[in-house]
């Protein structure tokens, strides 16, 4: 299957630590990128090929892939932190496949 | 600094085609390994890719879309752009132009533009 699966909602305390997750079997080939979503703005890279973070993504962001699984970690979880989490793969073809998204709250 | 800046109506009725520019700023798109997308995101809604061009014109489609999509660049303006035909209600939606990097088994979105809301209304 191409899809991506990823869970609806996570909550952290402020300081702690998250782990978003990703499946599909398509991750066993592709690498997954991820995006962070705030209301009302476009979505940003923090994440990708596996584990690599653009330019002024902050360090307690990091990736990790396990089998079919691609996983998010924010350790020490900060307010700016909260939003929407998308993963994504582009296959040999060109195409561009999203999970549904995780809403991560920072309580 | 890249910069991307979506550009189109806003609105349009059911069945009118929608078109949409993007300007890229700040480079050039007339450049290898990159490639120049369009993702659309209804209201309340996750993110959907709908097509990718190359800075040769060769194009990738959402096989969903493909019937009613077409993407294009023109490198002399530093732009590329979208054609979506028959819209119905249910193209609503924020629309995102993007640029795509990466190689071999990892692609990714580097840069987005802030997106434009269109509303498919009578």
């Known amino acids: 299957s191409s899809e991506l699966t990823q869970g609806p909602a996570v909550s952290v305390a402020l300081g702690q630590t998250v782990r978003i997750t990703c499946q599909g079997d398509?991750?066993?080939?592709?690498?997954a990128s991820w995006y962070q979503q705030k209301p009302g703005q476009a979505p940003v890279l923090v994440m990708y090929?596996?584990?690599s973070r653009p330019s002024g993504i902050p360090d307690r962001f990091s990736g990790a892939t396990s089998g079919n699984t691609a996983s998010l970690t924010i350790t020490g979880a900060q307010a700016e932190d909260e939003g929407d989490y998308y993963c994504?793969?582009?296959?040999?073809?060109?195409?561009?496949?999203f999970g549904s998204g995780t809403m991560v709250a920072v309580l | 600094q890249l910069h991307l800046q979506e550009s189109g109506p806003g609105r349009v009725k059911p069945s009118e085609t929608l078109s949409l520019t993007c300007s890229v700023s700040?480079?050039?798109?007339?450049?290898?390994?990159?490639?120049w997308v369009w993702i659309r995101q209804s209201p309340g809604k996750g993110l959907e890719w709908i097509a990718s061009?190359?800075?040769?014109?060769?194009?990738y489609y959402n096989s969903s879309l493909k019937s009613r999509v077409t993407i294009s660049i023109d490198t002399s303006k530093n732009q590329f752009s979208l054609n979506l035909m028959s819209m119905t209600a249910a193209d609503t939606a924020i629309y995102y132009c993007?640029?795509?990097w990466g190689e071999g088994t990892g692609w990714f979105l580097d840069t987005w533009g802030h997106g434009l809301l269109i509303t498919v209304s009578s």
């Open positions: 090929s596996r584990n």
């Open positions: 700040g480079g050039s798109i007339n450049i290898m390994n990159y490639y």
């Open positions: 994504n793969y582009r296959d040999s073809f060109g195409n561009h496949v």
């Open positions: 398509s991750l066993r080939t592709y690498f």
């Open positions: 061009v190359y800075y040769s014109g060769s194009a």
């Open positions: 993007a640029r795509e």
